[in-house]
């Protein structure tokens, strides 16, 4: 266990769904990350929430949209997916100054 | 624009052999370099990291070796085992920014 909990594990979901991803971290980290993992491709920065920033990948469709309420919970909310956005959905986190990324589980999407 | 080059691709090494996966970047300001182990369906772990102070690094059977001249650093799992048989990624850091960089990974299967 890295201390960085993702939930659901699995989601399956028709493209005219909403849904959302929830991560969560307790170790003090306030840098929260979102990644894409497609199968056979690299890792694809989504979203970064820290306290010195937000970056977005402007390559990112605008039906996923996060959101950071506070330092502990990041959520990524999905609407119109398309079947090419079923992936594994990543979350990470980091401390302030510190190096080392802590990944959870991820989130298996499925969009039929 | 990809700024960590990773290779091979994938991988496959016998048991006892050693396994070697080479990445190069172009940011000298990185200064942190570490390597994540990710098995199917988990996410990626911090397996080894290295500072560019030093030109190695070993943990157990795994290895770090750092060419800041070259601007090149090297994954080596010596006495490879079917364990190990996973996906690598290298990384850069850059301490203070919030985006980490990595590398498109490597499948590592080690057969019996």
């Known amino acids: 266990e890295t201390g960085v909990t993702q939930t659901p594990r699995h989601l399956v979901m028709g493209m005219t769904n909403k849904k959302s991803l929830k991560c969560e971290q307790h170790l003090g980290h306030n840098a929260m990350y979102w990644y894409k993992q497609s199968a056979k491709k690299p890792l694809e920065l989504m979203f970064v929430y820290s306290l010195e920033e937000r970056v977005e990948n402007n390559s990112v469709p605008s039906r996923f949209s996060p959101e950071c309420p506070n330092s502990s919970h990041l959520f990524l909310h999905l609407h119109t997916l398309q079947p090419e956005d079923s992936a594994l959905y990543l979350c990470?986190?980091?401390?302030?100054?510190?190096?080392?990324?802590?990944f959870g589980q991820g989130t298996r999407l499925t969009v039929v | 624009q990809q700024q960590v080059k990773q290779s091979p691709q994938s991988l496959i090494v016998q048991k006892g052999g050693i396994s070697i996966i080479n990445c190069a970047y172009e940011n000298t300001a990185f200064d942190y370099f570490p390597w994540y182990q990710q098995f199917p369906g988990k996410g990626p772990a911090l397996l080894i990291a290295i500072r560019p102070d030093v030109s190695e690094k070993k943990e157990g059977r795994f290895t770090i070796s750092f060419n800041k001249s070259a601007k090149q650093f090297s994954l080596h799992i010596m006495d490879s085992q079917p364990g190990d048989s996973a996906t690598y990624f290298c990384?850069?850091?850059?301490?203070?920014?919030?985006?980490?960089?990595f590398g498109k990974g490597t499948m590592l299967l080690v057969s019996p």
């Open positions: 990384a850069a850091v850059l301490s203070g920014y919030s985006t980490l960089t």
């Open positions: 990470a986190s980091r401390g302030q100054g510190a190096a080392e990324a802590f």
